[in-house]
């Protein structure tokens, strides 16, 4: 009998269609964060002019069919996929969906991942990507926990 991953993380880049503008990544975001909760996933997402990287986690059947439906969605193009695997534990716990734009992270931390200037998702590889968005968690945390002491 196989036995199946109680947790899988998938790791994709992707950029926004003509379609989607800052107003609709609001909406996105708003409707992910309540809809990933209930489905059991986790992640995070950053994006840069460049476009997404994004890592979701969860349940294998729950992650497959938001990565299908992800890419399906118009406003999404050029859809890659970095990496998919089961996951001892989940990285991005606290988070049913957080959001980072790559220049509000630290310099410093970037280059430490290997990404100079401007985070172009496609230049990344699969451990590369997970240790970044991990990094860039961590420091959204520290952040958002420094503002108001509950890292929500």
């Known amino acids: 009998m196989v036995e199946r991953a109680a947790v899988v993380q998938l790791v994709y880049a992707s950029r926004m269609s003509r379609k989607c503008g800052p107003r609709e990544l609001e909406n996105i975001l708003r ?4 809809n990933n ?57 606290r988070w049913s969906m957080a959001c980072v734009r790559s220049d509000e992270a630290d310099a410093a931390l970037l280059e430490k991942r290997g990404v100079k200037g401007e985070l172009d998702p496609y230049a990344v590889g699969p451990r590369q990507a997970l240790g970044l968005l991990a990094d860039i968690a961590r420091e959204r945390a520290a952040f ?6 509950d890292g929500a």
């Open 144 to 149: 958002l926990e420094a503002q108001n002491g």
């Open 31 to 34: 409707v992910s964060r309540r």
């Open 37 to 93: 909760q209930a489905m059991g996933i986790t992640g995070v997402l950053c994006y840069s002019p460049c476009g997404f990287l994004q890592c979701l986690e969860g349940p294998p059947e729950a992650v497959n069919e938001l990565y299908r439906r992800i890419v399906r969605d118009d406003r999404n193009k050029d859809v890659t996929l970095i990496s998919y695997g089961p996951a001892n534990r989940r990285a991005f716990v």
